[in-house]
């Protein structure tokens, strides 16, 4: 039955061996059965139900090291969960061990320096919590429950993007345990070509226990959303795409067609400015030309609050499934399927999100990190969102058809924290022309795979 530790060839992992390993570990270890287990293997996305033979909560980077040599010497499989947003449930496994990092979530802020150092199991609300009393903020995503991990690993887009690039731009340095379940210090100048892969390269390479960021002098925004009716979708896109080409940097907007709490299809731009709120106040006007809105609510206000704005679009318990796709330009013709597939969504939780790649992420050198899409133009994001079980094939058919609608136009590509069960050519492709030298990096510090539940690249043999 699943829910018991298993080797990688399914023989059962003896008693003894594991109470060894728990008298041993100084963390908190669950098992199916132990009172925490079913919450501790609950992710926000519904449509996850995976049951770990052990749960490894822990507390340390000496902690880590102890589970991931311990799961190397049994031939264990083995997930790690920072903050468990990963839509494809990644943060789970069954039969294996999970390495849970979500009591290591510590935040260090040094004003002087404009630095943060962060455990890898903490939120952004975490960071957020310690930035702001200080004035400063590190450029991260863009709901407050998401795991500083996974999103710096996989690249890292929020509301500061255009201003201050992605959250692996502002990455400095990271702890990392190998597979070898050695504690890494890597940074430019020490594994230099691991401090490259981990920068948009995913979690292929190792736990990252420790980062170390970069913040900005960011305290009070003027942000919020502006709600237009459906009918003046395809009008409002086309202001998005030409507006944004020479938007002031301080200023990162989305995109999107979404349903209004009853149910009624709209289009909505949510926007973040990150300058002066006086500075900040003609573009709301403009917004408020394009079309006649239905809602407006953009003010100035706390950094913390901008990103908890979207929670509650993504509450624990909905099922979701979700697909990513760049376009070089967001055409017309673009914008007619996004308009016509979002019509035919067969859930009104359901939100389809266009993000503009300019500003401060194209003016990254392309070699500098792993991340490979500087230049990529605009991503369509389709998140499938429902709460009945039984509508789940309707739903992702209707995402794998929209996904496959935009493939005239695609740039065959897409976000890398987007991934789900796409096949192997497709992650491929969402590595890019970083893919070969991400293969040299993971053949180095992972020759045999110990790390692949991930976004994974195959190590060569």
Excluded at 74 to 84: C, E
Excluded at 265 to 277: S, V
Excluded at 279 to 289: C, D, F, H, N, Y
Aim: glycine residues 10%; charged residues 20%.
């Amino acid at each position: 039955m699943a829910g018991i530790l298993k080797h990688a060839d399914g023989s059962i992992v003896e008693l003894r061996t594991v109470k060894r390993f728990i008298n041993t570990f100084a963390g908190e270890a669950l098992l199916p059965g132990d009172a925490q287990y079913d919450a501790a293997r609950t992710l926000w996305n519904a449509s996850v139900d995976k049951r770990p033979g052990l749960i490894a909560r822990c507390t340390s980077t000496a902690d880590v090291a102890r589970v991931v040599t311990f799961a190397r010497i049994n031939d264990l499989l083995v997930a790690v969960k920072g903050g468990g947003h990963n839509v494809a449930g990644r943060a789970l496994c069954d039969d294996g061990i999970v390495i849970d990092l979500s009591r290591m979530n510590r935040v260090s802020v040094d004003a002087p320096s404009r630095t943060v150092t962060v455990q890898g199991g903490a939120l952004l609300e975490d960071v957020d919590r310690e930035t702001h009393p200080h004035g400063l903020a590190v450029p991260a995503g863009t709901m407050s429950k998401t795991g500083i991990g996974g999103l710096t690993l996989g690249g890292g887009v929020g509301w500061l993007t255009r201003k201050y690039g992605l959250t692996c731009d502002n990455l400095l340095s990271c702890e990392i345990v190998s597979a070898q379940g050695e504690a890494l210090q890597v940074d430019e100048a020490s594994h230099s070509d691991l401090f490259w892969a981990l920068r948009g390269g995913g979690g292929n390479f190792g736990v990252a226990t420790s980062f170390r960021f970069r913040a900005h002098p960011v305290a009070t925004v003027l942000g919020g959303v502006i709600v237009y009716p459906r009918e003046h979708a395809a009008a409002v896109m086309r202001f998005y795409r030409d507006f944004m080409m020479t938007a002031p940097a301080e200023l990162t907007a989305y995109v999107g067609m979404i349903w209004t709490p009853e149910g009624v299809p709209a289009t909505g731009i949510m926007m973040c400015y990150c300058g002066t709120p006086e500075a900040g106040e003609p573009i709301v006007q403009r917004l408020r030309t394009v079309a006649p809105p239905i809602f407006e609510a953009i003010q100035p206000m706390p950094f913390p609050a901008m990103q908890k704005l979207v929670d509650h679009t993504n509450p624990d318990g909905n099922h979701n499934y979700w697909r990513s796709t760049f376009v070089t330009k967001l055409s017309d013709e673009v914008i007619d399927v996004i308009v016509a597939q979002s019509n035919q969504a067969p859930s009104t939780l359901t939100a389809v999100l266009v993000q503009v790649f300019n500003g401060a992420v194209n003016q990254v050198d392309a070699t500098r990190t792993a991340f490979p899409h500087r230049n990529a133009g605009f991503n369509i994001g389709i998140e499938a969102k429902w709460t009945e079980a039984a509508r789940g094939a309707q739903n992702m058919a209707w995402t794998r058809g929209f996904a496959d609608a935009l493939k005239p136009y695609s740039s065959y590509t897409c976000l890398v924290n987007f991934l789900g069960d796409e096949s192997a050519n497709e992650v491929r492709a969402a590595f890019g022309s970083s893919y070969e030298r991400l293969v040299d990096v993971k053949t180095k510090y992972d020759p045999t795979n110990f790390f692949s539940l991930n976004q994974n690249i195959k190590p060569r043999m």
